[in-house]
């Protein structure tokens, strides 16, 4: 019903992986984008975020969700850098999220930045699951686009699965190292003790629906009561980036984890020295289903819920630090809001 929908946060699910594993390329077959493809090398160098509504998510996972069984507004997704130099923001990522997808390539298994994903994931004890990807470079594989990883398995031959098999409890094998029980995703019960592997592709998009399935069934089961937000809540939120914007001056892209953010809130925000106390100008949204960081025709809204990423003009933020808290003030003194944030630096 719709008061409910309109009081549960978006989740926020953090992409979390080794370098080239296909982090990005994952999200564009999600978004229908080609970021990977604009980035130099196909290397990701900075944290972005994307807003999924749930039609988008429905229309993609077809015939495996009944959207009437879902009451969250979609999913918003965290990509990071997979590169070994991006550590800080693929800790970052992981700390933002509620829930996390872990892409591991089905024919390299687990790297070092997926051991590190892996202990960002068990630090912040973040549920997750984990996208086998490239599942269409199995040898004599015969991609069927776009479909459920059941079907996509049914027009394979004997000699094809069964390659693609020995990859994935390669990385079953590799997760239990790691002191996590898993199994192939519909062999899992549940999913609070045992992690599901989604065999799937991302340029193909065959097994892409069972992974947003699990996603949503993860976050509605499990995640219910930390969904329902105050919508009077006075907004909290992380920096991503600081970057100038034409016409706004420094800008900050920045997550809204919690409550809600209106346009000329007072806000406190982690600077270079010490916190920076402004008044937001502007609430630039990105559209749906585009990454903030490649966004050009921002939306100038009166006002931003949790969970979404918004880039935020104020005065002063040249000196704002990415990664910094954003806090509103709303009915506190400044003070103690400005505590608040030097406790989080
Ligand atoms: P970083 O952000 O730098 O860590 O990389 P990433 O994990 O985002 O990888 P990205 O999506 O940029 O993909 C790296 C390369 O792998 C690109 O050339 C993609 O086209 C390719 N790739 C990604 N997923 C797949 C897949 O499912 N199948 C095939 N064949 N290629 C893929
Ligand atoms: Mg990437």
């Known amino acids: 019903d719709h008061t409910t929908t309109d009081t549960l946060r978006t989740p926020i699910v953090a992409v979390l992986g080794h370098v080239d594993h296909g982090k990005t390329s994952l999200l564009d077959k999600i978004r229908g984008s080609a970021v990977s493809e604009g980035e130099a090398g196909a290397i990701t160098q900075h944290i972005g975020a994307t807003d999924i509504p749930l039609d988008t998510i429905s229309g ?4 495996l969700i009944d959207p009437t069984d879902f009451d969250l507004p979609g999913l918003l997704f965290i990509d990071t850098p997979g590169h070994h130099s991006f550590s800080t923001l693929r800790a970052r990522g992981g700390a933002l999220a509620d829930i996390a997808v872990l892409v591991v390539d089905v024919n390299d298994g687990f790297q070092p930045q997926t051991e590190e994903a892996i202990d960002i994931l068990r630090r912040t004890g973040t549920p997750f699951v984990v996208a086998a990807n490239k599942v269409d470079t199995t040898p004599g594989w015969n991609s069927q686009d776009g479909q459920p990883i059941q079907r996509s398995l049914e027009a394979q031959s004997e000699r094809a699965e069964s390659r693609l098999n020995e990859n ?11 002191g996590f029980s898993a199994d192939l995703y519909w062999r899992v019960q549940d999913f609070q003790k045992n992690i599901g592997v989604v065999p799937l592709s991302a340029v193909t998009g065959e097994g892409v629906p069972d992974l947003l399935t699990v996603l949503m069934g993860l976050s509605q089961r499990f995640m219910k009561e930390e969904m329902a937000i105050d919508v009077f809540g006075a907004g909290e939120g992380t920096v991503l980036e600081v970057k100038d914007e034409r016409g706004f001056g420094a800008t900050i892209d920045t997550v809204v984890y919690d409550g809600v953010v209106h346009n000329g809130d007072q806000i406190v925000v982690g600077g270079q020295e010490e916190p920076i106390v402004t008044e937001i100008r502007a609430l ?19 006002e931003v819920g949790a969970a979404a990423g918004v880039k935020i003009a104020a005065p002063d933020l040249d000196r704002a630090m990415a990664g910094a808290p954003v806090r509103v003030v ?12 030097k406790a989080e630096l």
Do not use: H
């Not at 993609?60 to 015939?63: F, I, S, T």
């Not at 994935?168 to 790691?178: K, N, P, T, V, W």
């Open 284 to 302: 630039l949204q990105p559209r749906p289903l585009e990454e903030i960081r490649t966004e050009k025709k921002f939306e100038k809204v009166g």
């Open 168 to 178: 994935l409890y390669e990385i079953i094998g590799q997760l239990s190292d790691a």
């Open 60 to 63: 993609m996972a077809g015939e």
């Open 330 to 341: 709303r009915d506190r003194p400044v003070e103690d809001v400005i505590e608040e944030v």
